[in-house]
């Protein structure tokens, strides 16, 4: 009990004890009371005891509460109260009251309870059968129940519900809940459940979550809507983050061109709620996820052409160039566009067309830079445009030669009316921010990145300093900065400059000889590197001195020899004498074991928490792993090895060379052969509809053959019988003997109708005497009388309705014969008419022949018409006929149910007089026992007449001792 009063706020113990004793009554009468009524107060009683008394309602009433979801089913009050007070058990939410000290013993409670209710899996199992009652008061508190398990012990009773049959299915069901509450706590169940699990992710998937996610999604107003929205993008984030099969699913579903209309948020200043900021910027995240650099490329390529095909790329660009939309929106608007375009061609040149809308216009490239190179703005701001750049240029040669293009001294606007994006980069390159040095340098090293052309391009770039000196070149300006080191007075870190220098001059000099032999060329750099790598400085030095090995490095792996004085031999020499080769290669070291090296090769966004951070990108962690190795094997090297490795490079070059035209002489094949195929394919076509054209000129031909046969038959025939009308009508078949058939027929038609006629004259008399029979019955015998007769008229109504049905159906199949009879006859007719306009010499016969044909068939035509007037008649009256047969049957049913009123009016009466007998022969019996026992007594009894006349002095004489002996009888 101590341990019970300490858990439950430090309780006296008279009045813990006191509700343990209630509780533990409680539950021994949900236990043993047969009454649901007793059983259902008793939990109802549980319920409000839960909350205040949780440990001990746990401890005592959980196994007697999962028993009632067992065995009370049929009652939905107390199944809903049994889940409630579970739900109290095992949640966690505190109320206000509670202390702060007392959470983690509740939370330790919450989890102990849970493992206790899943220990049994058939306890889960048995709540997921009940989530299928569609009553309000069992689902709701089912799913708070199943959402509190998850969040407890999540993992453990996913793999319940994994294995359970159908158990992902009846949690899907939720969503389509007509009930808002249940709808919206159905979406919070599912983020529970799908967290973390790839298995039930892939299930809920499949069982139709995007489309009814997306509807709801829709229907409450998408980026506009409220916390449901929220929730349904969290748990459309659960189905697909780090899920290819889903996000394949997605896609292929069409679910993206879904995502548009989220976006259209237009530009004015108002109507940006907290709620709808949340939405859009989880709706951003969405896009991300399928976009994202961490999935297989083949996937994000099919996502990034889907998202510009169905405009979803261009409504984000319009985000991008909108005004008043909020910073934290439009930062993550930058980085969701810059993985959307980054490695599609075709998306990176829609954006690079993207203009933002100013006066003049000026491409969104420009003026993301100009924000990125202004120290004014947000540093999330500006690390999101540097990411939108790097994400431009990523695998686009393309855009890298624009870039590089606006430096050189051809494209540069004399003008100087625009600001271009290499103008830009260079005025960041040099300003006093040392964030803007390092954005500039890396931005200017991904428009050169594997890219050996615009490296060559770049060294064309010729820099005015200052008015009256010489220009000096672009790489020369980058190593005298970098020599002034802390000279120039710059805001930020110390280092920041340099290393971002440093990292554009790796990148520049990598794999392009003639820039490493330009930056040889000036004789200062060498010393400046050899000086700086000798000298032994502080830690946050030591990074600088590892990247400046990493360019020495550089110089001498992709030095091609062309200078004298710093060939590869005399640098290493001058490494093994001024540094030494295990001193160069520690410090060549520094690089991979910096902790923010490590950081920044993880992911290709540049994500740091401050300015200082930023030291590292994603792109040059690749350089310096791939050339890290190659550089020490090269310092270790020996000329006459160094000797061998040139030649074989030569001869690999002439192989590549030879391979190179071998290449190039079986693609012109491969074309050829493609001409030809082409060729033989248009040539087999051709061949085939030839054949089609002859196939049908053959079979025309014979066609007329036949034709022409015929004709000379039929003439020949004409010739014999050219006077004779009954040799003319033969000619065209049997036409007189089908006639005769026709007519005969007709007449069997007119006296089916004649008969129907009779038949429904009877029918009316038949209806008019059951209406009077039914008016006039009044009493239960008329009723009874009146029912019997109906039924027997109803009965041989049903059993005639039936005969003139089938009479109906032969007669609309002997219409349906001469209907097809008349249409032979007219193709006849057709056959001889166009066999008769070839004769010439029998003109006249024939048209005689002809006219006759066509008024005997003009004659048939009227009869049918006529015949199909009669038909339509019967049905008409058939349908009359089967209403008043409905009428009668109605009328029937009205009487029967008054009959069966009648018969249990006078039961019920019946039972009344008998009861009634009984009493009054009780009554009887009573009184003649009272007057024998007053006669016994000696008291004058009188007649039943005068008993009334006597009341009075009855109760005179209730004083004296006979009357008391009568009352104590």
Known sequence: MNFLRGVMGGQSAGPQHTEAETIQKLCDRVASSTLLDDRRNAVRALKSLSKKYRLEVGIQAMEHLIHVLQTDRSDSEIIGYALDTLYNIISNEEEEEVEENSTRQSEDLGSQFTEIFIKQQENVTLLLSLLEEFDFHVRWPGVKLLTSLLKQLGPQVQQIILVSPMGVSRLMDLLADSREVIRNDGVLLLQALTRSNGAIQKIVAFENAFERLLDIISEEGNSDGGIVVEDCLILLQNLLKNNNSNQNFFKEGSYIQRMKPWFEVGDENSGWSAQKVTNLHLMLQLVRVLVSPTNPPGATSSCQKAMFQCGLLQQLCTILMATGVPADILTETINTVSEVIRGCQVNQDYFASVNAPSNPPRPAIVVLLMSMVNERQPFVLRCAVLYCFQCFLYKNQKGQGEIVSTLLPSTIDATGNSVSAG?????????????????????????????????????????????????????????????????????????????????????????????????????????????????????????????????????????????????????????????????????????????????????????????????????????????????????????????????????????????????????????????????????????????????????????????????????????????????????????????????????????????????????????????????????????????????????????????????????????????????????????????????????????????????????????????????????????????????????????????????????????????LLVLLADQDQKILSLKNKLKDLGHPVEEEDELESGDQEDEDDESEDPGKDLDHI
């Open 423 to 915: 103008q830009l980069l260079c005025g960041g390159l040099f300003s006093t921010d040392s964030l803007s040095n390092w954005c500039a340098a890396v931005a200017l090293a991904h428009a050169l990145q594997e890219n050996a052309t615009q490296k060559e391009q770049l060294l064309r770039v010729q820099l005015a300093t200052s008015i009256g000196n010489p220009p000096v070149s672009l790489l020369q300006q980058c190593t005298n900065i970098l020599s002034q080191g802390d000279k120039i007075d710059r805001r930020g870190s110390k280092i920041q400059t340099r290393v971002g220098l440093l990292m554009l001059l790796c990148t520049w000099l990598s794999n392009c000889p003639i820039a490493v032999t330009h930056f040889l060329h000036n004789s200062a750099n060498v010393p400046f590197l050899t000086g700086q790598i000798a000298e032994n400085l502080g830690e946050e030095e030591q990074l600088v001195q590892g990247l400046c090995a990493l360019l020495l490095g550089i110089s001498i792996y992709f030095n091609d020899n062309s200078l004298e004085s710093y060939m590869k031999e005399k640098l290493k020499q001058l490494i093994e004498k001024r540094i030494g080769k295990e001193n160069f290669i520690e410090k060549l070291g520094f690089i991979s074991k910096h902790e923010l090296y490590s950081r920044a090769s993880q992911k290709p966004q540049p994500n740091f928490p401050s300015p200082e951070y930023m030291i590292f990108d994603h792109e040059f962690t690749k350089l310096v792993k791939e050339l890290e190795g190659v550089i020490t094997k090269a310092i270790y090297k020996s000329s006459e090895e160094d000797k061998k490795e040139e030649e074989v490079k030569k001869t690999l070059e002439q192989h590549d060379n030879i391979v190179t035209h071998y290449k190039n002489m079986i693609r012109e094949q491969d074309l050829q052969l493609e001409e030809l195929r082409q060729q033989v394919s248009t040539l087999k076509c051709q061949n085939e509809q030839l054949q089609t054209a002859v196939t049908q000129q053959v079979s025309q031909i014979q066609q007329h053959k036949d034709q022409y046969n015929l004709l000379k038959i039929q003439l020949g025939k004409d010739n014999q019988h050219q006077g004779s009308y009954s040799e003319g009508a033969q000619m065209n078949g049997i036409q007189p003997e089908e006639i005769g058939r026709l007519r005969e027929e007709i007449e069997e038609l007119k006296r089916t109708q004649e008969l129907l006629q009779s038949q429904l004259t009877e029918k009316d008399s038949m209806i008019e005497n059951l209406k009077s029979s039914q008016t006039s019955g009044t009493n239960e015998q008329s009723s009874a009388i009146v029912s019997a007769r109906d039924s027997e008229q109803v009965a041989e109504l049903k059993q005639e309705l039936a005969t003139l049905k089938s009479q109906l159906n032969s007669q609309s199949v002997e219409i349906t014969k001469l209907q097809t009879e008349k249409q032979e006859l007219l193709q006849k007719t057709e056959v001889f008419a166009k066999s008769v306009e070839v004769q010439g010499e029998t003109e006249t016969i024939i048209a005689t022949k002809t006219t006759d044909v066509e008024g005997r068939l003009s004659a048939l035509l009227q009869e049918t018409k006529e015949l199909k007037n009669e038909i339509k008649a019967l049905s008409e009256e058939r349908t009359a006929i089967k209403e008043q047969l409905d009428s009668s049957n109605s009328t029937i049913a009205i009487l029967q149910t008054e009959k069966d009123k009648l018969e249990l009016e006078i039961t019920d009466s019946k039972k009344e007089q008998d009861d």
